[in-house]
């Protein structure tokens, strides 16, 4: 299989700031990113640099805008990688895949960002009938991060935590939670996305205890109706 086509391709251009994102959490993303801002002073001083990190959590939470933030603000290349399109029934052919990128990655100093890590991460329990092969595939995994070059950054993303390998695990310096909003952060949430809205599109009937992106496409898909009875309106009256 070709590297480049399992890559996905996004050229989004996101700020930390279009992130909706716990205080705690983006204290921490913002210290992420002033370390590798000033990495060569730190190794100096012998201080070590976190560059793995664990995000978890829900689904449309925010984790894969995180990760192209964070490469934005440090003007890299960010390399996403959804594990899911690489796994392969052959798993020696799935290992290779994987030292592939994580070789092209260290090369370019990117932001690596694996999302559904649970799809290779999983815990080697002695039930799985393919115990030895998944074993060999998590050790190779572990390898790589370990090895992985402190001028670069990983990012892992899953909304299985529980299912995650122990020892993997333990190779992340950070792990960052992502919860589902509260009523209160998704009314700020909406409230800045209605905003850029004329007045009379921009009222809609919110839904609550559902994820960023669920808000999102909720949120526009009522903006959109809004609009066409609005100028399927003006038709009308023009014809008259």
């Not at 989004?12 to 994102?21: A, C, K, M, P, R």
């Not at 590798?36 to 560059?51: A, D, F, R, S």
């Given at each position: 299989m070709n590297l480049y086509n399992l890559i996905i391709q996004d050229k989004?251009?996101?700020?930390?700031?279009?992130?909706?994102?716990?205080?705690?959490?983006?204290?921490?993303?913002?210290?992420?990113?002033?370390?590798?801002?000033?990495?060569?002073?730190?190794?100096?001083?012998?201080?070590?640099?976190?560059?793995?990190?664990?995000?978890?959590?829900?689904s449309g939470c925010g984790k894969t805008m995180t990760a192209k933030a964070i490469a934005n603000a440090l003007g890299k290349s960010i390399i996403i990688l959804n594990l899911s399109n690489i796994v392969s029934s052959r798993i020696g052919e799935t290992s290779q895949n994987i030292k592939m990128i994580f070789d092209k990655a260290s090369r370019e100093r990117s932001v690596l960002f694996l999302d559904e890590l649970d799809q290779i991460g999983k815990a080697r329990g002695s039930d799985d009938k393919d115990v030895g092969e998944m074993r060999r595939l998590v050790n190779t995994l572990i390898q790589l991060i370990d090895y992985y070059p402190e001028n670069a950054l990983l990012l892992c993303a899953t909304n299985h935590p529980e299912i995650i390998d122990t020892a993997l695990l333990r190779r992340f310096q950070l792990k960052i939670n992502y919860e589902m909003p509260s009523k209160e952060f998704l009314d700020t949430f909406y409230d800045n996305l209605l905003s850029k809205f004329p007045e009379d599109l921009k009222h809609i009937d919110r839904q609550y205890n559902i994820s960023f992106a669920e808000a999102k496409d909720h949120a526009l898909t009522v903006v959109k109706g809004n609009l066409i009875k609005k100028l399927e309106a003006e038709t009308q009256s023009a014809k008259i």
């Open positions: 989004e251009e996101v700020t930390l700031n279009d992130v909706f994102l716990e205080e705690a959490n983006r204290k921490q993303f913002v210290q992420l990113i002033k370390e590798h801002t000033y990495l060569k002073e730190l190794q100096e001083y012998g201080l070590p640099v976190n560059n793995k990190v664990f995000l978890q959590g829900s």
